[in-house]
T-cell receptor, first 110, second 113 residues
Framework: EDKVVQSPLSLVVHEGDTVTLNCSYE??????LLWYKQEKKAPTFLFML????IEKKSGRLSSILDKKELSSILNITATQTGDSAIYLC??????????FGQGTELSVKP | NAGVTQTPKFRVLKTGQSMTLLCAQD?????MYWYRQDPGMGLRLIHY???????AKGEVPDGYNVSRLKKQNFLLGLESAAPSQTSVYFC????????????FGSGTRLTVV
C-alpha cells in the first residue's frame, strides 16, 4: 500500500529560527512530490519536485527531493509568525490522484 | 474566476440523516476529488473522478457516494450519517494527470451528532 509519512507531526519555534520538515514515501510508481501550506482553510500549493537533487526555492522556503532515500525536506529560514500553518506533503503515484501525509503543524512564536 | 466552490461551509447533522455536499469548479478541469481531513491524519481520499460521468473509489469510500453528471460539478453524498463522518471535507480539482498544483475548495466542516 502506498504511504507518505511526515515528521515531526508538530513543531514550535521562535521567530528567526530555521526549520526543516521531513517527508518520506513508499509508492510503487512515483511521478512527483508536492508540498502544500494550509493555514485556516484550503491548502495552497508550494512546490512540485520530480527530479532528485534539484532545489526548488521561493523566498525563505526551499525544498529538495532525494529519490534514493525516498524522501524530501522543506526548509524555512528566518521563520515569521505568518509561517504558522500545517505543511502537507503529497505524492503522485501515477494513479491520477495524490496521496497525502499526515501533515506537520508548525507554530512560530513571536 | 471563482476557482473551486464548496457548499455548504458548515453543517450539523443528526445520526442517520442524509446530505449532499456540492463542489463546483469553473476552470474546465477534468479531474475532481473529495478528501476528508481529520486531526493527525492528513488528507484522505474518499472518491475521485477523471471526467464527466466517471467516478472511482479512493482510500476511505465507505459510507459515501458521489456523482459527476456535469463536468463542473462533483457531488458527495452521505446516505446515513454517522459520528465517524464528523470531519472537514475538501474538494479539489486538477486539469490533467500531472497533478500540478491541485486547486482546493475552502472546505466543509461537518459535525454528526
Amino acid at each position: 500500500e502506498d504511504k507518505v509519512v511526515q515528521s515531526p507531526l508538530s513543531l514550535v519555534v521562535h521567530e528567526g529560527d530555521t526549520v526543516t520538515l521531513n517527508c518520506s514515501y513508499e509508492v510503487t510508481n512515483f511521478r512527483s512530490l508536492l508540498w502544500y501550506k494550509q493555514e485556516k482553510k484550503a491548502p495552497t500549493f508550494l512546490f512540485m519536485l520530480t527530479s532528485s537533487g534539484i532545489e526548488k526555492k521561493s523566498g525563505r522556503l526551499s525544498s529538495i527531493l532525494d529519490k534514493k532515500e525516498l524522501s524530501s525536506i522543506l526548509n524555512i529560514t528566518a521563520t515569521q509568525t505568518g509561517d504558522s500553518a500545517i505543511y502537507l506533503c503529497a505524492v503522485d503515484n501515477q494513479g491520477g490522484k495524490l496521496i497525502f501525509g499526515q501533515g506537520t503543524e508548525l507554530s512560530v512564536k513571536p | 474566476n471563482a476557482g473551486v466552490t464548496q457548499t455548504p461551509k458548515f453543517r450539523v447533522l443528526k445520526t442517520g440523516q442524509s446530505m449532499t455536499l456540492l463542489c463546483a469548479q469553473d476552470m474546465n478541469h477534468e479531474y475532481m476529488y473529495w478528501y476528508r481531513q481529520d486531526p493527525g491524519m492528513g488528507l484522505r481520499l474518499i472518491h475521485y473522478s477523471v471526467g464527466e460521468g466517471t467516478t472511482a473509489k479512493g482510500e476511505v469510500p465507505d459510507g459515501y457516494n458521489v456523482s459527476r453528471l456535469k463536468k463542473q460539478n462533483f457531488l458527495l453524498g452521505l446516505e446515513s450519517a454517522a459520528p465517524s463522518q464528523t470531519s472537514v471535507y475538501f474538494c479539489a480539482s486538477s486539469y490533467d494527470r500531472e497533478n500540478y498544483g491541485y486547486t482546493f475548495g475552502s472546505g466543509t466542516r461537518l459535525t454528526v451528532v
